[in-house]
């Protein structure tokens, strides 16, 4: 029988989500990566015996555009802090009628437009192709739709987010293009955020929080700041109460990832050992060191 994991939970923020309540023996922490700097310093501490590790993905006080952030440092950080599991919560605008502002989806499926990112630790010297046919962690989807469902939240399970590039939103034209292939939420930032978990080997699971209705939307125009406002932070309470929910599901103490999250590197790299950048391979140390240590 292969040894009990001790999950540690990462847990990257979104737009009005910059810290979490309820820690104990919280602290920030400075972590240095060798992909640069994350968006902030990480929050670690505990949460009903369980050891977190949380990251605002924009930087407190929102400093960073989803352009700009470095998505491979942010990831790396938390592999390096030990995360085994990353919840992700994100704003999002909705695309279906059914998806009104308040709701949360446990998304399923990526559609990547995006275009201004580094999206792999992989490159020259030491090449890998993972899998991301299934790019979220269903035994994280599991025990948030549960949580979820336990607080009376509004939350349907599975849907596609589409990943713009922004920093604007979209087009009426492109929001009716992206309805037309299915998709339920739009926004900017878990990609290549969930990719580059895959990479990592880690279990990565995305909650994505409307905050309003996509251009698309007959009543959008008469949205007013204010109201997302509103809906942002309302969001985030509910953020706040899922974490503390679902964090003693997933600290508990488990085996090996039955989707295989934690082995997507076994059967991906591809470069031959001789042929492997040494400089590149000191990168990786986190990363893939499983492999490559």
């Known amino acids: 029988m292969a040894d009990l994991i001790t999950p540690v939970i990462g847990i990257i923020g979104g737009s009005g989500l910059y810290d979490i309540d309820g820690l104990e023996d919280k602290r920030w922490r ?3 990566t060798p992909w640069g ?9 505990t949460l009903a015996g369980v050891r977190c590790v949380f990251l605002p993905r924009h930087g407190r006080g929102h400093p960073l555009s989803p352009s700009h952030l470095n998505y491979r440092a942010n990831i790396d950080a938390l592999k ?4 085994t599991d990353v919840l992700s919560l994100s704003a999002v605008g909705s695309l279906k009628a059914e998806l009104p502002p308040g709701h949360f989806v446990i998304v399923d499926q990526f559609i990547d437009r995006s275009f201004a990112r580094e999206k792999s630790f992989f490159g020259d010297g030491c090449v890998a192709h993972v899998s991301v046919a299934h790019p979220v962690c269903p035994r994280i989807g599991d025990a ?8 009376g939240l509004p939350v349907t399970r599975g849907g596609t987010y589409l990943v713009m590039e922004g920093p604007q939103f979209s087009t009426k034209a492109e929001s009716e293009l992206y309805r037309s292939w299915g998709c339920s939420v739009i926004g900017m930032t878990n990609m290549p955020e969930a990719k ?7 279990c990565y699971a995305t909650v994505a929080m ?11 125009d008469h949205v007013t700041v204010d109201q997302v406002v509103k809906v942002l932070l309302g969001n985030a309470e509910k953020a706040r109460a ?10 508990a103490p488990r085996g090996p990832c039955p989707a295989g999250c934690d082995r997507a590197l076994d059967h991906a790299i591809i470069t031959a050992p001789e042929k492997r950048n040494s400089a590149l391979m000191s990168k990786l140390d986190a990363v893939a060191g499983r492999l490559l240590g």
């Open 210 to 220: 409307v905050t309003d209705y996509d251009c698309w939307h007959p009543d959008h």
């Open 80 to 83: 390096r802090a030990g995360c």
């Open 196 to 202: 580059l978990a895959r990479e990592a080997e880690l």
């Open 242 to 251: 899922l974490v503390k929910s679902v964090v003693p599901v997933l600290g």
């Open 30 to 32: 400075k972590v240095s």
């Open 144 to 151: 948030v739709e549960g949580a979820a469902r336990d607080l």
């Open 37 to 45: 700097d994350p968006s902030d310093e990480l929050l670690e501490g």
